[in-house]
């Protein structure tokens, strides 16, 4: 296993369009998580996905943002009619959880998005 | 929320030790991570508190005092490579919440 992989690495976009990213998590493990991170802040939780639920969606995913997880493997993220304020990178992490115990996160290197 | 804070910036000298803190505002989590990010990266993990006190990883140390709200990671013999951003984060088993990160840069 290589660990979590995100792709693409980096996303240069026109205002207005529709992007998507993939997130490929470790494959035992059964959490995959969404973060937002602006330059010089910590990663901000987005969303989480136990398997193919959707467990969770924090008040910063706004009505064009989606996320996916249909086979409870890999992940996508769309963002539709994208903003300037959309420029962040975002990174994917995946964890193996039993009921209370987690056994650690592990991040992807993000997908670094540019709206011009 | 849990207001997690963090110095923006510290420098230090190659060799030196230095002390990044954290202070947090919550009672209600599983334990405090600590991680090291070089800039266009992903978060890498460097410790986990759980209990209070002190856990040593080699040139690392971390510390946790869940009364007071605080937590520190020690890095020793500063190496020019520990130049990245370390950041704090809760765990609250659904998911971590981050602080806002340390930019640490260490001179020659």
């Known amino acids: 296993d290589t660990g979590v992989s995100q792709d693409p690495r980096h996303k240069i976009t026109k205002r207005g369009q529709n992007v998507t990213f993939r997130c490929d998590p470790i494959s035992e493990h059964n959490r995959l998580y969404w973060y937002r991170q602006t330059l010089g802040q910590g990663p901000e939780f987005l969303t989480y996905f136990q398997n193919e639920a959707q467990l969770e969606k924090s008040r910063l995913l706004s009505d064009r943002f989606s996320a996916e997880r249909p086979k409870g493997s890999f992940s996508t993220l769309e963002i539709q009619r994208t903003e300037q304020g959309d420029s962040a990178m975002y990174l994917c992490?995946?964890?193996?959880?039993?009921?209370?115990?987690?056994?650690?996160?592990?991040f992807g290197s993000g997908t670094r998005l540019t709206v011009v | 929320g849990q207001n997690i804070d963090q110095p923006t910036e510290m420098t230090a000298t190659e060799g030196a030790i230095v002390q990044i803190n954290c202070t947090y505002q919550?009672?209600?989590?599983?334990?405090l991570f600590w991680y090291q990010q070089h800039a266009g990266e992903a978060p890498t993990f460097l410790s986990y508190?759980?209990?209070?006190g002190l856990e040593e990883k080699g040139r690392f140390s971390s510390f946790l005092s869940r009364s007071k709200g605080y937590s520190y990671l020690l890095l020793k013999e500063l190496q020019m490579k520990d130049s990245a951003s370390y950041l704090c984060a809760l765990d609250n088993t659904d998911k971590l919440i981050f602080g806002t990160g340390t930019r640490l840069q260490v001179f020659p």
């Open positions: 992490a995946s964890s193996l959880t039993d009921r209370d115990t987690n056994y650690g996160y592990t």
């Open positions: 919550t009672s209600g989590f599983n334990g």
């Open positions: 508190n759980v209990l209070d």
